[in-house]
């Protein structure tokens, strides 16, 4: 079952005169194993709307059902919160036990499950995010490098199995390999679990890399949401929101504007590649 | 040493207490005066610790880092270099320090003990400079992320400093807040000869600096123009680092065969090539 976002608005401090409108009418299914991303510029309503999957912000208007389950309810909460796994921006401040081990094994201590069954996740969790268990385990998360501290936080949320992964510029802050490294681990949740994935990020290319769809937001509204080759074909618009494009995109549009014709709006650098080089030769 | 170097680092190690490893081992180099250098290397590299030697929040364990042929060792540089090295962290929620934005700006200057009447003339001079004068009396938790390290920046700039430092300062920011940031300090090195260090996870940001070094477990491993330090990609990549994607699509359309200039290396310069190529 998916996660059903029904013409959900929400407004922070309602009734005050500091009232906020911050989402409008949004209304959005995330499919059971999809991998969708949420691109917007700062204040578009990105980290209101995620809050909403999990209940940690409820409407204030409208619906959030996740496998039908209404996030309203406040005895369906917890349930709700071991479906949904919400990983926020800069997870590892928020690491805080003394051993690897103990923080990741946080969330599935208070999902009520018995010491060998935590055993079993923390080291599934810990193997997941190529973290050997041998060797992380017992260390202090503060010993760990900052690549590695991200992917004990991001175990920490795995272990609790969750069926769709929230992720809130999971990227921001790492090396180009380390981005590399979280991304591909991200993918093979999907691909190898079934997890449903909801990226935020402010990369485009990150985005465009395996988003089966793209919803972007626009001053707390749905301006669209579409596969990644419709979205990126609207890019007056997104540049005029404050986005950037994909960087392949970016070189199509400079193309365009030096007369070539270019057909499709490649999003993936890959592609364009073989567009080009094809074309030359067809050229000779 | 160098002649006229504005930074001179000379054979730097640093260990931090307590820490196993090695977190800077054997680094020399200088900036001039006027540069614009960036730093690039992997989570843990270094470079955040290199870049807190620069104005002396961390003393080398080994070597010495001199600001304008001053100590960062001697007690009685502190102030002098601080004024002078001007940082701008990551985070834009760290670094406004009062809730106004003129303020903020006048904090370092007022703690440098500068006159009032100075203080406005060189608050209103900086906001300027970083084009954020319509927001001189605005609350500073109110702006944007690319506002609020362009605040950040004007502090620095009415201490008249003679470099800024920028630590992963656009990190966190949408790609409409790098932007200002990254163009306002483009425009400072430009027009006012404002010696700049980046240090950056974004390649891309790299090819804007004049030469660029790069950091793998605590080495100095490369350093050159931009060009010659993106076309070293076994040895980028061996320091989990990589060329920017323009860079790679260049290449790639090179091995092919594409008869395209081998200096271009950004969206711009490669649809120049291109449409020369392909119109031909």
């Known amino acids: 079952m998916p996660i059903e976002i029904k013409q959900l608005s929400h407004t922070y401090l309602p009734g005050s005169q500091l009232a906020y409108p911050a989402l409008c009418d949004i209304s959005l299914t995330i499919e059971d194993g999809e ?49 949904v796994g919400m990983v926020f921006q800069y997870p590892e401040y928020q690491l805080f036990e003394e051993t690897v081990a103990r923080d990741v094994a946080f969330g599935p201590k208070n999902m009520g499950l018995d010491e060998a069954e935590i055993k079993v996740r923390v080291n599934e969790a810990l193997v997941l995010v190529g973290l050997d268990p041998a060797e992380f385990s017992e260390k202090s998360p503060f010993e760990l490098s900052g690549g590695e501290k991200r992917r004990a936080a991001l175990a920490g949320i795995l272990a609790m199995r969750p069926k769709y992964l929230v992720l809130d510029e999971p990227m921001a802050g790492l090396d180009p390999r380390g981005r590399r490294e979280i991304l591909a681990l991200i993918e093979s949740l999907r691909r190898d679990f079934g997890t449903g994935i909801v990226m935020v990020s402010h990369s485009m290319d990150d985005v465009a890399m395996f988003a089966d769809r793209i919803a972007v937001l626009d001053k707390g509204a749905l301006f669209m949401v579409d596969k990644p080759e419709t979205v990126f074909s609207h890019s007056a618009e997104l540049i005029d929101m404050g986005l950037n494009l994909p960087q392949a995109t970016q070189l199509v549009r400079a193309l365009r504007m030096r007369g070539i014709a270019m057909e499709h709006d490649y999003f993936r650098m890959e592609e364009l590649a073989q567009d080009l080089i094809g074309r030359w030769h067809h050229d000779r | 040493m160098t002649p006229n170097a504005l930074i001179e680092i000379v054979n730097v190690g640093f260990q931090y207490a307590g820490a196993e490893k090695i977190a800077l081992k054997n680094i020399s ?6 540069e614009v250098v960036a730093i690039v290397g992997h989570n843990g590299s270094g470079k955040s610790t290199l870049c807190k ?107 008249q400093p003679e470099v800024l430092v ?31 260090v980046m240090i950056t996870q974004f390649m891309e940001e790299a090819l804007d600096a004049d030469r660029v070094f790069v950091l793998a477990e605590g080495h100095l491993v490369m350093e050159g123009t931009p060009k010659e330090v993106f076309n070293e990609r076994a040895l980028l990549e061996a320091s989990r680092l990589e060329a920017p994607a323009f860079v790679k699509l260049r290449d790639e359309l090179l091995t092919a065969g594409l008869p395209i200039s081998h200096e271009a290396m950004t969206c711009e310069a490669l649809a120049d090539e291109l449409s020369r190529v392909l119109h031909a």
């Open chain 2, 29 to 34: 180099l200088s900036i001039q005066k006027g």
């Open chain 1, 35 to 83: 991998f969708l991303g949420i691109i917007g510029h700062t204040g578009s309503g990105k980290s209101t709307l995620i809050q909403h999957l999990n209940g940690l912000l409820l409407p204030t208007d409208g619906s959030v059902l996740v496998d039908g389950l209404d996030t309203r309810e406040k005895k369906l909460r917890k349930r709700i919160r071991s479906l």
């Open chain 2, 166 to 196: 920028l630590d992963e300062a656009t990190a966190m920011l949408d790609p409409r807040g790098r932007e200002e940031v990254l163009s306002t300090v483009r425009k400072l090195n430009r027009e006012r000869g404002m010696t700049v």
């Open chain 2, 53 to 159: 030697m620069l104005n002396a929040l961390l003393i080398p364990s080994e070597g010495t880092v001199t600001i304008e042929n001053m100590d960062t060792r001697e007690e009685k540089n502190l102030l002098e270099i601080r004024r002078r090295v001007g940082m701008v962290f990551q985070n834009p929620d760290n670094q406004l320090v009062t809730t106004i934005v003129e303020e903020d700006v006048g904090f370092g200057p007022e703690n440098l003990g500068v006159p009032p009447a100075e203080i406005r003339t060189r608050v209103d001079a900086a906001l300027k400079e970083v084009e954020m004068s319509e927001y001189a009396e605005k609350a500073s938790h109110a702006l944007s992320g690319g506002q609020k390290q362009r605040v950040a920046i004007a502090g620095l700039l009415a201490m």
